[in-house]
């Protein structure tokens, strides 16, 4: 026995030096630890302040112990407000019975629980929408001390998803319906659009039907209580849905129809019309005639239209569903807890107000109706959406015995349309705000995404744009010829519908010259699905620039002939000249040895006269080739005192039916011949009085400085005829005139360009056919005695 205990003090010790050990090497690194730990709780801290709002504590009776001061600002209540108390018996709380249970059971079992969404109403009314989660805590003996969690406002989100199901519901209302065809009326319920399948329901192309009202259409038949229903919602701009009425085709087939619409009003409220979506329900409705005689019949179809049937009495409470399997997986519950409860007592399942609004209407008028969608969560969190449909029953007596109808799990449909919308909208902004006008079609050839610079091109401060989601390619064309969006002439394109669809469905790159006088360069690229992505390229610059260059060539082409006219003009002159000289010599010295009145006189003398208006035009086409360059002077010219000496001549020359009118101001002198800028004014007031002619006119004759430039502007402008293009062009070419055989050598305007080129100058030429013409003379001034006022 003493053995034994000194063995077991003897281990005792031992282990005693162990763990005093053990406890002195955590001191050697105790400050290390510790800085990790602060690191530690930094991360940790940044990330709950990304992750939450504020945090909290509560004791083992779920009273709250401890609060982050962020609350205030979110909920404007002080801390104090909450201390000591649970979460039901804080004030403006709202939370889902459902979803409330669930936590208080998690409480209950010490297990922790995430997302409990509820709402608390505040003093000025506002609804703050909160997302907590917790977690138990306890004692290091293992004793429940309480939970811990975080909370996050999560107003924005929650409001965002409530827009956003009201907007898809809007949108809705005319997609998700099943239909035939689609069509629009105005203000007078006339047909304004009906789409191409409606040839396949009634036989007959739609524009036949275009500008018609429905009751304007042959073999017509609507029940009179359809028909007052309708007209009172038209009358008071309300939508109507599931309007029956029947028509007899040509082939004397009768069709039952379906029509659903809705009012359409521009951004300021103006009521623009009508339009829905129709399909055809003949074999419905032939149907539902025969399904009367046989309940069990009528119920077979509605099997087999939907995934259950169901049926309620009077008192809107489930009478039966079948099959039970099928009702009970969609909506998560046995069918025993079903029956005799109405459909709005159960929690878990959900509807937005304007459908459950359709649907109260509808049981209150005892009416059918179509595509009740609601929303049924499972424990699991997975959400299934339903479309119900149902149609009252009434007894022998017609008295109201309830209602029956189908359901059909649409789950799939929804999940596929939010991520469309999704796709769309990443698609959308993707291109929003890329400088170049983009849009992307889908294999219908609806617009599905575009951005500002595509909106823009279709932007009038008098029309609303045309540009909006689901718009067919076909309507965007239709808009833009109406507005006259391409430039049009008789030196343009003509662009028309069958162009423009041709381009998109081929692709083909093409150029369009705008009304506004811009280019774009147009191509369509195909993309996977047949869809189409179009890209729009302003080219106005280079095509400015390649239109300039074509002018420059002309204009260096046109000096180029001139001056190689000029060049052999002046070698035929010289050598016409040189060959008369001796002729108009000799002549004369012949005629002188006959006496004047005898017929060798005269017949030299008809000789030598023809002879020297030879060499006066040779003189011409010396002048004009400038040939006689030997003879010119270069002096200071006072442009305006050769003017005004110029037109005191011409004034006797020009018919008095003509006016000349003067705007002569004084400005420095030019270098140059006065002799011939003389003759260039005479020309130029000649040609001019001689496009008026007899007919009452006035001439402008004016001199003046040309802003900006050390240049001289002389000017005439007539009233007279004017001259088209192709004339224009030819003006100065020697030789060519307009004027009849006899009246004119076509050399005046030709010596005239020759006399300013060599003066360092240049001619503009502006007409008009029947306005008149003005001729621009651009001088330089001599610099010796620039800015010097003549």
């Not at 619409?261 to 005639?289: C, H, K």
Request: charge should be positive.
């Amino acid at each position: 026995m003493v053995a034994t205990r000194r063995r077991k003090s003897s281990t005792r010790r031992r282990t005693i030096a162990a763990q005093g050990r053990k406890a002195s090497r955590p001191l050697k690194h105790k400050p290390a630890r510790n800085g990790r730990l602060a690191q530690s709780e930094q991360r940790y801290k940044q990330l709950f302040e990304m992750a939450s709002d504020w945090f909290w504590e509560t004791d083992a009776q779920g009273r709250v112990t401890d609060i982050s001061p962020k609350v205030e600002a979110v909920l404007n209540v002080p801390v104090s407000a909450y201390i000591g108390k649970r979460l039901a018996e804080t004030e403006g709380l709202i939370y889902d019975r459902e979803a409330g249970r669930a936590n208080i059971e998690a409480f209950k079992a010490r297990k922790p629980y995430r997302d409990f969404v509820y709402a608390r109403k505040l003093a000025d009314g506002k609804i703050v929408w909160i997302n907590t989660s917790g977690a138990p805590f306890y004692r290091r003996d293992g004793a429940f001390l309480g939970y811990r969690g975080v909370a996050k406002d999560i107003t924005a989100q929650v409001e965002a998803e409530r827009a956003l199901r009201e907007s898809e519901q809007r949108f809705r209302q005319l997609f998700e319906i099943a239909s035939d065809y689609f069509w629009e009326v105005d203000t007078h319920q006339r047909m304004t659009y009906l789409s191409d399948n409606y040839e396949g329901v009634f036989g007959i192309p739609p524009a036949q039907m275009l500008g018609k009202r429905l009751t304007d259409t042959p073999g017509l038949s609507i029940d009179p209580e359809m028909g007052k229903m309708a007209l009172e919602a038209v009358k008071a701009r309300q939508p109507y849905r599931d309007f029956l009425y029947s028509r007899k085709r040509r082939d004397g087939k009768v069709v039952w129809i379906s029509s659903s619409g809705e009012p359409v009003f521009d951004g300021a409220g103006t009521f623009l019309g009508y339009r829905g979506i129709a399909r055809e329900v003949t074999a419905q409705v032939e149907a539902d005639l025969a399904l009367r005689k046989s309940e069990q019949r009528f119920r077979q179809m509605f099997q087999i239209y939907g995934d259950y049937y169901w049926e309620e009495n009077e008192e809107y409470r489930q009478t039966f569903v079948s099959p039970e399997s099928t009702y009970s997986e969609i909506f998560g519950i046995p069918v025993s807890e079903v029956y005799g409860k109405r459909f709005s007592e159960f929690l878990h399942i959900s509807f937005e107000p304007e459908m459950g609004r359709k649907v109260l209407a509808a049981f209150k008028n005892k009416r059918p109706f179509r595509d009740h969608i609601v929303s049924v969560k499972h424990p699991n969190g997975k959400t299934r959406w339903v479309s119900i449909a149902g149609e009252p029953t009434f007894d022998e007596q017609n008295a109201f015995r309830g209602y029956r109808g189908v359901g059909v799990e649409i789950t799939a449909r929804i999940e596929a349309e939010a991520s469309q919308r999704l796709a769309q909208r990443q698609l959308h902004d993707a291109v929003a705000h890329v400088s170049q006008p983009i849009a992307v079609f889908d294999a219908a050839e609806r617009a599905v995404a575009f951005n500002v610079a595509f909106t823009d091109l279709y932007r009038r401060s008098t029309v609303n744009s045309p540009v909006h989601e689901g718009v067919t390619f076909r309507t965007l064309v239709e808009w833009q010829l109406h507005m006259g969006t391409y430039a049009e002439g008789p030196d343009e394109q003509t662009v028309d519908m069958a162009m423009l669809v041709d381009h998109y469905r081929s692709g083909v790159e093409r150029t369009y010259h705008l009304s506004d006088d811009r280019w774009m360069m147009v191509v369509y690229r195909p993309l996977p699905g047949d869809g189409k992505v179009a890209l729009w390229t302003d080219i106005t610059a280079l095509k400015r620039a390649e239109g300039e260059r074509r002018r420059l060539e002309t204009q260096l082409h046109h000096s180029q002939r001139l001056e190689a006219l000029g060049t052999l003009a002046g070698g035929a002159a010289h050598e016409i000249n040189n060959a008369l000289v001796p002729v108009i010599a000799l002549t004369k010295l012949m005629a002188g040895k006959f006496p004047e009145d005898s017929r060798e006189r005269r017949n030299l003398t008809t000789v030598l006269s023809g002879a020297e208006r030879s060499r006066d035009l040779v003189k011409q086409i010396l002048a004009f080739s400038r040939k006689e360059e030997e003879q010119q002077r270069r002096e200071s010219v006072d442009v305006a005192a050769v003017l005004r000496d110029a037109l005191k001549l011409m004034r006797a020359t020009v018919p008095t039916s003509i006016r000349l009118a003067e705007e002569i101001t004084a400005v420095s002198p030019v270098v140059g011949d006065p002799n011939q800028l003389h003759q260039v004014i005479v020309n130029l007031v000649g040609n001019a009085a001689q496009a008026i002619g007899e007919a009452h006119g006035t001439i402008t004759i004016g001199l003046s400085a040309d802003p900006g430039r050390a240049l001289l502007r002389l000017w005439v402008a007539d009233t007279g005829c004017g001259m088209d293009e192709a004339t224009r062009k030819r003006i100065f070419e020697p030789f060519f005139t307009t004027k009849d055989v006899g009246k004119g050598t076509g050399l005046g305007l030709s010596v005239v360009h020759g006399i300013v080129k060599d003066h360092g100058g240049t001619i503009e030429v502006e007409s008009v056919p029947g306005h008149g013409s003005r001729f621009d003379i651009l001088l330089p001034l001599d610099p010796a005695r620039a800015g010097v006022a003549a």
